[in-house]
């Protein structure tokens, strides 16, 4: 009897069994409906990069010189026209105080010169009119001669007052062509001292030049901020000695901030000027910054095998 029993209970807990697994089975199941559009899909393209200034100047002497100030120090704000640095410049204080001499020396050269030619015109002008009283006495000495020869022809007078004259009219007419002489001596002295007067401006300008140039030397021992930014590394310090190109500050314009990424060269091939892009920085990761590409280098790394993506924001942060 119990064994009748036992068997109708596992019978029926078996078609209950059953029962439950076909209506679990055979019923219907849910469904989620939804309606359906069209719309453009753009992979997202994800890279790791830095936050860097697209202007960055490295400050460095134009000339050899010693750092006798530094006036500022990393991390400062500094402006377009600042005095940054110092250089020694005692030496070319000293050029610029001998060309300043020089030019002085040369435009009261000037006025030498002038007076030298006014004498040496001087000296024409009084060649000239002896000249002229020679060529008076001379036609006179001549006109004598010629008068007491006919007189001699009628032995009106006598033969040594003719040959008097004659001698007369001889020495006039040396006379005449030494002081000819002089005065041509005269005049290639006014055209050499026209030619001196000549230079004397070139010297002028000579003088100006070189003390421009001593000028720019000395302003070349004081280096002003060429932008408006801020002072990212010192590289020297006051009292070091310098030679030309030698970096002594690197500046940089924060209004020219931009984000460098490196991408996968695989992927960015699909990246163009222009495309839009989201920025996250580790100091602000609960804001994406908006930018876009402003630049693609187009030669990837030949280890990492990335290329350089440039983004510029939309709005700076703080």
Same mark, same amino acid.
């Given at each position: 009897?119990?064994?009748?029993?036992?068997?109708?209970?596992?019978?029926?807990?078996?078609?209950?069994?059953?029962?439950?697994?076909?209506?679990?089975?055979?019923?219907?199941?849910?469904?989620?409906?939804?309606?359906?559009?069209?719309?453009?899909?753009?992979?997202?393209?994800?890279?790791?990069?830095?936050?860097?200034?697209?202007?960055?100047?490295?400050?460095?002497?134009?000339?050899?010189g010693r750092i006798v100030i530094m006036k500022v120090d990393q991390g400062?704000?500094?402006?377009?026209?600042?005095?940054?640095?110092?250089?020694?410049?005692?030496? %070319?204080?000293?050029?610029?105080?001998?060309?300043?001499?020089?030019?002085?020396?040369?435009?009261?050269?000037?006025?030498?010169?002038?007076?030298?030619?006014?004498?040496?015109?001087?000296?024409?002008?009084?060649?000239?009119?002896?000249?002229?009283?020679?060529?008076?006495?001379?036609?006179?000495?001549?006109?004598?001669?010629?008068?007491?020869?006919?007189?001699?022809?009628?032995?009106?007078?006598?033969?040594?007052?003719?040959?008097?004259?004659?001698?007369?009219?001889?020495?006039?007419?040396?006379?005449?062509?030494?002081?000819?002489?002089?005065?041509?001596?005269?005049?290639?002295?006014?055209?050499?001292?026209?030619?001196?007067?000549?230079?004397?401006?070139?010297?002028?300008?000579?003088?100006?030049?070189?003390?421009?140039?001593?000028?720019?030397?000395?302003?070349?021992?004081?280096?002003?901020?060429?932008?408006?930014?801020?002072?990212?590394?010192?590289?020297?310090?006051?009292?070091?000695?310098?030679?030309?190109?030698?970096?002594?500050?690197?500046l940089a314009d924060p209004n020219t901030i931009w984000v460098t990424v490196?991408?996968?060269?695989?992927?960015?091939?699909?990246?163009?000027?222009?495309?839009?892009?989201?920025?996250?920085?580790? %100091?602000?990761?609960?804001?994406?910054?908006?930018?876009?590409?402003?630049?693609?280098?187009?030669?990837?790394?030949?280890?990492?095998?990335?290329?350089?993506?440039?983004? %510029?924001?939309?709005?700076?942060?703080?």
């Amino acid at each position: 009897h119990l064994s009748r029993v036992l068997n109708k209970t596992v019978i029926a807990g078996a078609v209950a069994f059953f029962g439950a697994a076909s209506w679990l089975l055979l019923r219907p199941a849910p469904v989620t409906t939804t309606e359906v559009s069209a719309r453009e899909i753009s992979p997202a393209i994800q890279g790791v990069g830095t936050v860097e200034a697209k202007v960055v100047v490295q400050l460095a002497a134009k000339i050899p010189g010693r750092i006798v100030i530094m006036k500022v120090d990393q991390g400062d704000t500094v402006r377009s026209g600042q005095i940054l640095v110092q250089l020694e410049n005692s030496e %070319s204080s000293a050029e610029v105080e001998r060309a300043v001499a020089n030019l002085d020396r040369a435009k009261l050269a000037v006025y030498g010169q002038q007076a030298t030619m006014l004498r040496a015109q001087a000296a024409l002008s009084a060649a000239e009119a002896v000249v002229a009283k020679a060529r008076a006495n001379r036609s006179l000495t001549y006109a004598n001669a010629e008068r007491w020869d006919k007189l001699a022809a009628s032995d009106l007078v006598a033969r040594m007052d003719l040959d008097e004259r004659n001698n007369a009219a001889q020495l006039a007419d040396a006379e005449l062509k030494s002081v000819e002489a002089l005065r041509e001596a005269a005049a290639k002295e006014v055209a050499v001292q026209q030619v001196a007067l000549n230079i004397v401006p070139k010297d002028i300008a000579a003088s100006a030049a070189a003390l421009a140039s001593v000028q720019a030397r000395k302003a070349d021992t004081i280096i002003t901020s060429p932008i408006n930014g801020y002072v990212v590394s010192r590289e020297l310090e006051s009292g070091t000695a310098v030679n030309p190109g030698t970096p002594i500050l690197k500046l940089a314009d924060p209004n020219t901030i931009w984000v460098t990424v490196y991408v996968d060269e695989r992927e960015a091939g699909s990246i163009a000027v222009g495309d839009v892009a989201d920025v996250t920085l580790r %100091s602000m990761q609960d804001r994406a910054l908006r930018g876009k590409v402003v630049r693609v280098r187009r030669e990837s790394d030949r280890v990492t095998e990335q290329l350089t993506v440039d983004i %510029s924001l939309d709005e700076l942060p703080e």
